[in-house]
Nanobody
Framework: QVQLVESGGGLVQAGGSLRLSCAAS????????MGWYRQAPGKQRELVAA?????TTNYADSVKGRFFISRAKNTVYLQMNSLKPEDTAVYYC?????????WGQGTQVTVSS
């Protein structure tokens, strides 16, 4: 069973930065993807950024150039810069491989204007 533990998040003013971390345990497949999704009130959960085990990444258009995903073994990070009020959401870590599709508990990010 894959388990995800998230940290980071909080309240920040517009233009500020935050860093999210997500540590995975129980990984047995070397081919996998770890990423971050977010869900704002009244909206669907959306992909923010993903990091594949081969090293490729992808980002939502709305965060390109501001957010940066990185990965060290089984921990994935999301560096969020130039935050905007519209980035306010619950951010969820996700792990996928051929068997598992697991979610973290979510961490609140609030950006004040």
């Amino acid at each position: 069973q894959v388990q995800l533990v998230e940290s980071g998040g909080g309240l920040v003013q517009a233009g500020g930065s935050l860093r999210l971390s997500c540590a995975a345990s129980g990984i047995t497949f070397s081919i996998n993807t770890m990423g971050w999704y977010r869900q704002a009130p009244g909206k669907q959960r959306e992909l923010v950024a993903a990091f594949r085990s081969g090293g490729t990444t992808n980002y939502a258009d709305s965060v390109k150039g501001r957010f940066f995903i990185s990965r060290a073994k089984n921990t994935v990070y999301l560096q969020m810069n130039s935050l905007k009020p519209e980035d306010t959401a619950v951010y969820y870590c996700n792990y996928k491989d051929g068997v598992y599709d697991e979610w973290g508990q979510g961490t609140q990010v609030t950006v004040s204007s």
